[in-house]
């Protein structure tokens, strides 16, 4: 059985300041790779995904990823966070052997300090 | 507007009772799911149902139940068994439960419930 995880549970920052989240997935196999969030009080949205190509992906409100093979990893970054990017994280990862079964990480919740 | 409905936002319950969470989609969607949210633990899959007539057990299908008589419902009915119940309880759809096909998983608001 696959697994994700997010080594950090809760990440502090100041407005401006750049952003790592780390996400790592336990499948040797091809898999397909996404990132949620959920802002306080909303549902969870779905904020990129990775399913081929070019490894580095970019989403919606300036987010990217980059997935790397060799590191079974698929860190989140932003250049610079914004105060309204205070919300819980979620990396999430299927395999060609879950008929869509999506795996989640434990989440990383994110304060930006204004 | 297209989505998922979850009713209701908050539902308490005495113990031993069973409870069922409510979940429509109007998307069209052939594939829909049900997760359990905890606090430090993310998200856990509880059934799944990748067509009209047809669920498949999670990773902590203990203690629940489903039907999926149509396409746009997938109630999940929470016993006097599961032992902990009290969870945010997520339900999600997508277009294919295929392997090949590679459409996100849309998610409703979330029901919360507390057994009291």
């Known amino acids: 059985a696959q697994s994700v995880s997010q080594h950090n549970h809760h990440v502090i920052l100041s407005e401006a300041a750049s952003l790592e989240l780390g996400c790592n997935y336990s499948y040797g196999g091809t898999v397909n790779l996404f990132w949620y969030v959920q802002y306080p009080g909303q549902h969870l949205q779905l904020l990129l995904k990775?399913?081929?190509?070019?490894?580095l992906v970019k989403g919606i409100k300036g987010f990217e990823a980059e997935f790397i093979k060799s590191k079974f990893s698929f860190n989140l970054r932003k250049p610079s966070v914004q105060w309204s990017d205070t919300a819980e994280y979620f990396c999430?990862?299927?395999?060609?052997?879950?008929?869509?079964?999506?795996?989640f990480g434990s989440g990383t919740q994110l304060t930006v300090l204004p | 507007d297209g989505g998922i409905t979850q009713s209701p936002k908050y539902l308490f319950r005495k113990e031993g009772q069973n409870v069922t969470l409510s979940c429509e989609q109007n998307?069209?969607?052939?594939?829909m799911y049900w997760y359990r949210q905890d606090p430090g633990q993310g998200l856990r899959l509880i059934y799944y149902s990748q067509i009209v007539n047809d669920f498949q057990k999670g990773d902590i299908a203990e203690g629940y139940s489903v039907s999926r008589e149509k396409k746009e419902s997938f109630p999940l009915t929470v016993t006097s068994a599961q032992k902990n119940p009290t969870a945010f309880y997520l339900c999600a759809s997508s277009i294919s439960g295929a392997l090949e096909s590679n459409q996100p998983q849309h998610f409703g608001d979330g029901t919360r419930l507390s057994i009291l």
């Open positions: 998307l069209n969607h052939d594939a």
């Open positions: 990775y399913f081929s190509g070019d490894p």
């Open positions: 999430a990862v299927t395999d060609s052997g879950s008929a869509r079964q999506l795996t």
